[in-house]
């Protein structure tokens, strides 16, 4: 009878380890592997002539995706030619993924010569003397005068820039700075210079220029006029000459459109 008795308590123990295994849940443990570290992501910089503007950036490592920063803008590949505007030492950068986690890295390219020629956008903003730059001013006033220069248009169009809702300079109420002025230069780096005076001291921030979707951003700091509440510096760019520039925003303070008119000093 003992024996029965261990042998029942046996098969019952039995039983009991069979169900607590069958309940317990199966995990599919994948994880992200890094397949190598920062160190090991290899940048490359290659320049058409020593010291050139036109440049290729690539990354060269295996297994890593990610996108370049190459200051004119964004290319979400990894490899990137374009021609640069700016003399001087420039840093890149690419961001990615090594797997398990993202990661940047920078890389530094010296230019020496504008040995290709820049879009012809850039020169109408800076001038052919890319060092030197251009200055800019409202094309009218300081005062009111009744052209269009500085105005409130339809919102979300950039088609309707000429569609003046509101001539506020023209009409009665310029801009504080009106009578003020903006500078931009390639000497060293894209530098944006503001003026909100005849005798005022500059500021300098600076610029991104984006030819391919025809947009100006200003870096930590703004362009004259700009006490409407255009609070990321991000304009489109409606024309660009050599003797005009028009600029406008979608969405100013109290979501209407502005319109910007400005000619070369």
């Known amino acids: 009878m003992k024996n029965n008795n261990i042998m029942y308590i046996g098969l019952f123990l039995t039983s009991v380890l069979m169900f607590v295994t069958g309940c317990e849940p199966i995990e599919d443990r994948d994880y992200l592997e890094n397949s190598t570290d920062v160190s090991g992501v290899e940048l490359v910089a290659t320049q058409s002539t020593p010291g050139g503007n036109l440049i290729e950036l690539s990354m060269v490592t295996p297994g890593v995706t990610g996108y370049w920063d190459y200051n004119l803008g964004k290319a979400f590949t990894d490899k990137v030619s374009f021609i640069y505007p700016i003399p001087g030492s420039s840093t890149f950068t690419f961001t990615g993924t090594l797997g398990a986690e993202f990661f940047t890295?920078?890389?530094?390219?010296?230019?020496?010569?504008?040995?290709?020629?820049?879009?012809?956008?850039?020169?109408?903003?800076?001038?052919?003397?890319?060092?030197?730059?251009?200055?800019?001013?409202?094309?009218?006033?300081?005062?009111?005068?009744?052209?269009?220069?500085?105005?409130?248009?339809?919102?979300?169009?950039?088609?309707?820039?000429?569609?003046?809702?509101?001539?506020a300079a023209g009409d009665c109420c310029p801009p504080v700075d009106a009578a003020g002025r903006m500078q931009f230069d390639l000497d060293g780096a894209a530098n944006f210079t503001y003026y909100s005076g005849p005798d005022a001291s500059p500021q300098v921030s600076s610029f991104v220029l984006d030819v391919a979707n025809q947009t100006l951003q200003i870096n930590d700091g703004d362009i004259l006029g700009s006490e409407q509440g255009n609070q990321d510096g991000l304009y489109t760019i409606v024309s660009l000459t050599e003797d005009e520039m028009i600029l406008y925003v979608p969405n100013n303070a109290g979501g209407t459109g502005w319109t910007w008119i400005f000619r070369p000093e």
């Open 105 to 167: 890295k920078t890389i530094d390219v010296q230019v020496d010569q504008l040995d290709n020629a820049l879009d012809q956008d850039w020169y109408d903003l800076v001038s052919n003397e890319t060092g030197i730059g251009k200055t800019w001013v409202f094309a009218g006033g300081p005062d009111p005068d009744g052209q269009r220069w500085w105005y409130m248009s339809p919102p979300d169009d950039a088609g309707a820039w000429e569609t003046a809702w509101w001539n």
